[in-house]
């Protein structure tokens, strides 16, 4: 299996440090508000990778944190703490605040079909951890104290830009424009590990160096070093992480212990929306509600992630996601009707079974061989998921297998795609009109209209028309049924 490295810029064969265990850390959300599907598109790339490492019979234990206190509003240690924001816009304490948007996040994870993780500690859980990690830097030497908190030297620890490969000299000139720059650091680019005096904020601790609370950075080696231990295989997060939060994550842990902290980072690129960037500023940080309201399933999401390598920027657009959920139900149709055994080239179990033994046999063999061959190749080609989903439509259209043998591929393959293929609620799950998409909604009554005039042939060209989308219409004397084709 190869796997693009952040570190060394290059697809490298993975190698797990202690096989067939692999340890794998992505950063949570911080739970201020509704996740979006910018963020998710970071937790799916982590989801389909942890599916294709247990493909490939790895035995993963995934940890993903909840960040609950100390990720300032800007990720140069400047400005308010998220929570201690969202708890003042909501009337709630930061950590009401927190507790909501995780559920709510693990709800919209579950509609998404994520794998759980072995463990998802929450930071406001873990400050013991965090406190008795900055003592271990303290005693290596490689802190120092002001009036607004306790800071990491960059400069002493060598080979800081390793991950980013930034110009720190450039990273310091920007850190130093930065208007409201903290002036007690020695260097612009240290970074704060205890935030200290700040008397106004809800949720603090007692430290060694004083009253306070945690900064982001720390957090996430101290949880992944307590869940993980001191070294781990993959570190996922969006690419916006490379600099400055996993850089500073790499300096501190690697500080303390004197050791590697992770093999592979594996870094997502953006997705963008409109061809632009994504934010709650410019009404376009949609969220897993919206687009169900919309009348999108947050399965037809996952799909259109999918149809993307994870390291390439996705433009979501309503049109893009409608031709997504055309194509998912469409995939699901097929795959319905080849299990009621109502598709062309589809045969039952017994005439599939009666088949082995035949001169035909190596061939069909050879068949199924060459498209999990193919399909293998493609989600341990650095998880190409474009490709595998091609692989899997070439494959549930061949007409020289058996239905059984396209379904039982379907149904292992989907165990890495987590697309719930076959699962047959979809088939027999009927619509509200008003819960369709516009598009939908406008034909559909377009060929009412078609058949009050009695233009039957019309109106059965938009009936199919719909059906291709993967919706049945079906005429009963009291109303229009509509259910996924
Ligand atoms: P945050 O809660 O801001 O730390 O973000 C959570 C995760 O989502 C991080 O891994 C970010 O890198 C990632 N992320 C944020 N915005 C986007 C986006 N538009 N596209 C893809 N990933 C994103
Ligand atoms: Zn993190």
Redesign the pocket.
């Known amino acids: 299996m190869k796997l693009y490295n952040t570190l060394s810029r290059t697809k490298e064969d993975f190698k797990p440090l202690n096989p067939p265990e692999v340890k794998m850390y992505?950063?949570?959300?911080?739970v201020y508000s509704y996740?979006?599907?910018?963020?998710?598109?970071?937790?799916v790339t982590a989801d389909i990778l942890r599916r294709v490492l247990e493909f490939n019979n790895y035995k993963v234990n995934y940890v993903m944190n909840v960040?609950d206190v100390g990720?300032l509003v800007s990720d140069a240690d400047t400005g308010e703490d998220k929570l201690e924001k969202g708890a003042r816009r909501e009337g709630k304490s930061p950590l009401e605040i927190a507790h909501f948007y995780e559920k709510d996040f693990i709800q919209k994870s579950q509609e998404l079909n994520f794998l759980e993780p072995n463990e998802r500690p929450r930071a406001s859980e873990h400050v013991g951890e965090m406190i008795k990690l900055i003592e271990r830097l303290e005693r290596k030497g490689y802190i120092y104290i002001t009036s607004t908190g306790v800071y990491f030297d960059v400069s002493k620890f060598v080979n800081y830009e390793k991950l980013a490969r930034c110009d720190l000299k450039q990273q310091m000139q920007a850190a130093r424009e930065d208007v409201v720059a903290d002036e007690t650091k020695k260097n612009p680019c240290d970074f704060r590990l205890w935030q200290l005096n700040q008397p106004e904020h809800i949720l603090q601790w007692d430290s060694p160096w004083g009253r306070g609370y945690p900064g982001w950075h720390i957090e996430c080696s101290a949880m992944s070093m307590k869940y993980l231990d001191e070294q781990m295989d993959i570190h996922?997060?969006?690419?916006?992480?490379i600099f400055p939060?996993h850089t500073n994550e790499i300096a501190q842990s690697e500080a303390a212990t004197g050791k590697q902290y992770v093999k592979y980072w594996v870094?997502?690129?953006?997705?963008?929306v409109d061809g632009g960037?994504?934010g709650k500023s410019l009404g376009n940080a949609y969220t897993i509600d919206d687009i169900k309201k919309r009348g999108f399933e947050p399965l037809a999401l996952r799909y259109f992630y999918l149809t993307a390598h994870y390291r390439s920027p996705?433009n979501f657009t309503w049109e893009a996601l409608q031709s997504a959920q055309n194509g998912y139900r469409n995939l699901r149709g097929k795959l319905s009707r080849l299990q009621l055994g109502s598709e062309s080239g589809s045969e039952s179990e017994s005439e599939s079974v009666h088949r082995c033994g035949t001169g035909s046999e190596k061939d069909h063999v050879d068949v199924i061989a060459q498209f999990s061959a193919r399909f293998q190749g493609a989600i341990n080609d650095d998880l190409d998921t474009p490709r595998a989903m091609a692989v899997l439509w070439e494959m549930v259209k061949a007409e020289d297998l058996s239905a059984v043998d396209r379904l039982s591929l379907a149904e292992k393959w989907d165990k890495v795609l987590g697309l719930d293929l076959l699962n047959d609620e979809l088939k027999t799950q009927s619509y509200e009109l008003k819960e369709l998409p516009e598009q939908v909604q406008k034909l559909i009554s377009q060929r009412e209209e078609l058949r009050e005039n009695k233009e039957f042939v019309k109106a059965d060209g938009i009936r199919e028309r719909l059906q291709g989308m993967g919706y049945r219409l079906e005429d009963t004397p009291e109303n229009t049924e509509i259910t996924a084709s």
């Open positions: 992505t950063c949570g959300p911080t996740i979006t599907i910018g963020n998710f598109r970071a937790y960040t990720h996922t997060g969006g690419e916006d992480l939060h870094h997502n690129a953006f997705l963008l960037r994504m996705l």
